[in-house]
């Protein structure tokens, strides 16, 4: 699996670290939070959400980047957001992921021991389109 991040009037940002699959990973299994999932990611997504008050929301917004027809091309149209809220959501992320060493044992745990390194180097795309006024787009590919 492949993190596609697209900014606005610029297109495809470069690929992330490891293609961005931890990032991935970890936005679908954030999606799954509070349907009964049992999964160190899911662990994750809460543990951000309830002990340290990270907003998900910006980070759970994204669609699969190739699309089939009509209702996939509408689906990915929509998943375009503002930079600012993803930014805020991307930083709190790599605040937790530095200074939790639980946070931290739960990326291992689930695989995605690349998160912390996939986080940052989004957020610095994101900055930039932010900087540049520019919606910012996730998706994936398989």
Known sequence: MRLTLEIEDA????????EGAA?????????ARGLGA??????????????FKVRLG???????SEAEDAEDLLKLEL???QAGPLRETLEAIATVLATDERSRALCDRGGAAGLPGQVD???GL?????????????????
């Open 11 to 18: 297109g495809a940002a470069p690929p992330l670290p490891g």
């Open 23 to 31: 990032l991935v990973a970890f936005m679908s299994f954030a999606m």
């Open 38 to 51: 049992a999964h160190p990611l899911v662990a994750l997504a809460d543990r951000m959400h309830e002990t």
């Open 58 to 64: 910006p980070l759970t917004t994204f669609y699969e």
């Open 79 to 81: 998943a375009w957001q």
């Open 121 to 123: 180097a989004a957020l």
């Open 126 to 142: 994101v900055r930039g389109a932010e900087a540049a006024g520019r919606r910012v787009r996730l998706g994936y590919l398989l």
